[in-house]
């Protein structure tokens, strides 16, 4: 799924989900360590949560959003959350 704003960077996500309980979960999944794929993950959670809000609604009505990473490396940051 591609996340994109005109004139800013284009995300692609590997998979969201949305739950029946209206929980949204982002799946990401990574053979190599291209870097910072924490960070990355931020940026999704981030991108997402604010086009589910509309301007003049209050923050506490944004969308639900799980982040999972699936990686086939040693990321010692994911091991500190």
């Known amino acids: ?15 969201l989900v949305k739950f029946n309980n209206g929980i949204y979960a982002i799946v990401e999944m990574q053979k190599s360590n291209e870097g910072s794929m924490i960070t990355r993950m931020f940026y999704y959670l ?22 999972i990473c699936v990686l086939d490396y040693n990321d010692k940051n994911f091991y500190l959350l």
């Open 1 to 15: 799924m591609e996340i994109e704003s005109k004139n800013k960077k284009a995300s692609f996500l590997d998979v």
């Open 46 to 67: 981030g991108k997402l949560a604010t086009k589910s809000l509309n301007s003049g609604e209050e923050y506490k009505i944004i969308d639900k959003f799980i982040g």
